[in-house]
């Protein structure tokens, strides 16, 4: 079983919206709920880059390209992390991930988030 199981993403036309769900099924609920959480991005031939975070007292930061667009969220009792994307664009086109922040070496599949007319 992975540790982080990413899901939700799909194909949408631009100014769509889609709500990202992550599980991490073998973190120990103690420790997710010390750790910060969250959400990365990566398209082919780019480095993986960090789109926003969330502390255990749900202090939130994104990236400048998302801001006012994305919203993460955390829920402690299911050991889940979201990410709400809004008015999406052809280049937030990406496979999106969840992790810890700093990451943990082990990496989930991914959910492939595709903005296209």
């Known amino acids: 079983q992975m540790k982080f199981l990413e899901s939700g993403g799909g194909s949408v036309q631009p100014g769509g919206s889609l709500r990202l769900s992550c599980k991490a099924s073998r973190m120990i609920t103690s420790t997710f709920n010390s750790v910060v959480m969250g959400w990365y991005r990566q398209v082919p031939e780019k480095q993986r880059e960090l789109v926003a975070t969330i502390s255990a007292g749900r202090s939130t930061n994104y990236a400048d390209f998302v801001k006012g667009r994305f919203t993460i969220s955390r829920d402690a009792t299911r050991k889940s992390v979201y990410l709400q994307m809004n008015s999406l664009k052809p280049e937030d086109t990406a496979v999106y991930y969840c992790?810890?922040?700093?990451?943990?070496?082990?990496w989930g599949q991914g959910t492939q988030v595709t903005v296209r007319g």
């Open positions: 992790n810890t922040v700093p990451s943990d070496d082990e």
